[in-house]
């Protein structure tokens, strides 16, 4: 996940030391709220280890999720201030925060067996939609996507670079009885 926020060159991140973003990246996937509460985080392993995750949440659950990195930025002295996202979700969608392979794993379809497991994820949470944001400077993720039907819905600004919002429609979501 560090190399998606090294990738984003966000501006309020420049002076922070790489292993203390770590730490509170760290800190916030051992949070209840990013493994099984408000978000959902799905890992691929291979040997033993990590060599991909995807982690999303319903668009409505935003400020939620994004709290959690507030506190946890709030909390640590390598931040000048506590570090506050842009919004990136549209309404009514299942969003795909972040989706990373390790370097020495990629192009073995661990990134597309990871989408392939989302819908799953999206319908139990009462979503037929999965949006996410892919960066104008990766054409090799972008291609990806839409191999696997997403489309372009629109442009976004997050942080300092452009990004496509793009979506998937998935259909129904499952109906959980009472």
């Known amino acids: 996940m560090n190399l998606i ?3 984003m060159e966000l501006t309020d991140l420049e002076d922070v030391p790489g292993p203390d973003l770590l730490k509170v990246i760290t800190a916030a996937y051992r949070t209840r709220t990013y493994l099984s509460g408000a978000a959902t985080t799905v890992v691929a392993e291979a ?19 994004e ?13 000048d201030e506590p570090l506050e996202a842009d919004s990136e979700t549209a309404p009514g969608e299942w969003y795909l925060d972040s989706l990373a ?6 192009g073995k379809g661990i990134g597309r067996q990871l989408l392939r497991a989302l819908p799953v994820y999206a319908q139990r949470d009462r979503q037929s939609v999965i949006g996410l944001n892919v960066d104008f400077e990766n054409p090799g993720a972008m291609k990806l ?8 819905t629109g442009t976004q600004m997050i942080g300092d670079h452009n990004y496509y919002h793009m979506q998937l429609e998935i259909g129904q979501p499952i109906r959980i009885a009472n």
Do not use: C, H, W
């Open 5 to 7: 926020y090294d990738e």
């Open 47 to 65: 040997n033993g280890q990590v060599v991909g995750v995807a982690f999303g949440y319903p668009g409505e659950k935003e400020d939620i999720v």
């Open 67 to 79: 709290d959690v990195i507030t506190r946890l930025t709030a909390k640590s002295a390598a931040f």
């Open 101 to 106: 392979v390790s370097p020495n794993q990629q």
């Open 145 to 152: 996507y839409e191999r696997m039907g997403y489309e372009v």
